[in-house]
């Protein structure tokens, strides 16, 4: 049973960033103008997808599980001191901490690898 709650988890947390890679496919010129806002170089837009939409999809079939855990906590912990770092503002201060969050999932995540359900073996 655990294997297929972790495979769940594992879809759970990665959608968002599929999603979000996908959307900046969608809108790159927004993207890079809400980058460059943040003082972070446009020229980071497409490594920035390629993390968000390959590292998910990574993550929810399970392959190399605890490097793309790593980097994409270290994406999050990034993302919300770069973006979201406005205490005084509460949608701020809730993205912020939900990226944090997320980032403590995918510490969770790397500590474990998967359970099953995955390219990679159990413990990977």
Same mark, same amino acid.
């Given at each position: ?9 594992? +879809?759970?947390?990665?959608? #968002?960033? #599929? ?22 170089? *446009? +020229? ?9 939409l390959l590292g998910? #999809? ?12 790593? /980097?994409?906590? #270290?994406?999050? +912990? ?8 406005? /205490? ?15 980032? *403590? ?10 359970? *099953? ?5 159990? *413990?990977?």
């Amino acid at each position: 049973m655990n294997q297929y709650a972790h495979l769940v988890g594992r +879809i759970l947390i990665a959608i #968002i960033f #599929i999603v979000a890679g996908a959307g900046k496919i969608a809108d790159q010129t927004g993207t890079v103008a809400y980058m460059e806002s943040a003082r972070v170089p *446009g +020229i980071l837009l497409w490594p920035t997808i390629a993390l968000e939409l390959l590292g998910g #999809i990574a993550i929810v079939v399970g392959f190399q599980t605890r490097l793309v855990s790593w /980097l994409l906590a #270290i994406f999050c +912990i990034a993302a919300a001191f770069l973006f979201h770092f406005d /205490l005084k503002d509460s949608l701020q201060s809730i993205l912020f901490l939900k990226d944090l969050a997320i980032a *403590g999932g995918f510490l969770l995540l790397a500590s474990t690898g998967t359970l *099953g359900l995955s390219v990679d073996k159990p *413990g990977r």
